[in-house]
């Protein structure tokens, strides 16, 4: 079985440019997550989907990011405009909530972005 | 912010000796988990403990969880050069679906 796919891998941009990244979860997972992980950090939550609806975007600094899941399948987050604080690795993780309540949640190898 | 507090942040052992996490969190949990993320990879699941669960194995793997002093400890056993890596404790607090993820242990295993 195929795991999260996440593409590019790595991207580098100057600050003001904008960019974008791609998630493709696990077949079958109605829950896909976007996460920052700064360096030395662990992963902080940005946005969470069930099917194609955001159910919790709060961590989300909606003035220059936005996200969407057309379809409910694959996910496109984007930054516009990028800025120097802005790098760090974005991680994509998808999930099929299982009984109680507990879910294990699956991680694509992220994207790095470094903006200059 | 970052509920969870991993304890040692980096660690450094001789292959073979056995490695031991902790991770402390502030309120009350559904269950916590533990990850692996290898230098410039996703992270991995390895094991989720319930919080009436108080010890858990899995291979090598040894949790615990102590819910009366919200902690928690990841025992590896045997370690192996392959077991280089961070190891993140996360959370996942009473009724809600997220994850608060700790800031990681960098554990080395020296051959």
């Known amino acids: 079985e195929a795991g999260v796919v996440q593409s590019p891998r790595y991207k580098i941009i100057e600050k003001k440019q904008p960019v974008a990244f791609w998630c493709n979860p696990i077949?079958?997972?109605?829950?896909l997550y976007w996460y920052r992980q700064n360096l030395g950090q662990g992963p902080e939550l940005l946005i969470r989907?069930?099917?194609?609806?955001?159910?919790?975007d709060s961590q989300l600094p909606k003035d220059r990011f936005s996200a969407e899941r057309l379809k409910g399948v694959d996910s496109t987050l984007k930054i516009q405009p990028a800025e120097l604080g802005d790098s760090a690795v974005y991680l994509c993780?998808?999930?099929?909530?299982?009984?109680?309540?507990?879910?294990?949640?699956?991680f694509g190898p992220g994207t790095r972005l470094t903006v200059l | 912010s970052q509920q969870g507090e991993e304890d040692p942040q980096a660690l450094s052992i001789q292959e073979g000796e056995n490695a031991t996490m902790n991770c402390s969190y502030k309120?009350?949990?559904?269950?916590l988990q533990w990850y692996r993320q290898n230098s410039g990879r996703g992270l991995v699941h390895l094991i989720l403990?319930?919080?009436?669960?108080r010890e858990k194995h899995s291979g090598r793997l040894r949790v615990t969880l102590d819910t009366s002093k919200k902690s928690s400890s990841l025992l590896i056993t045997a370690s192996r050069a392959a077991d280089t890596a961070s190891y993140f404790c996360?959370?996942?607090?009473?009724?809600?679906?997220?994850?608060?993820f700790g800031s990681g242990t960098r554990l080395l295993v020296r051959p």
């Open positions: 993780a998808s999930s099929s909530l299982g009984r109680e309540g507990t879910d294990t949640q699956y």
């Open positions: 989907y069930e099917n194609e609806e955001a159910v919790d």
């Open positions: 996360a959370t996942a607090p009473d009724s809600s679906y997220k994850l608060i």
């Open positions: 309120t009350s949990i559904n269950n």
């Open positions: 403990i319930r919080s009436n669960e």
């Open positions: 077949s079958g997972h109605n829950t």
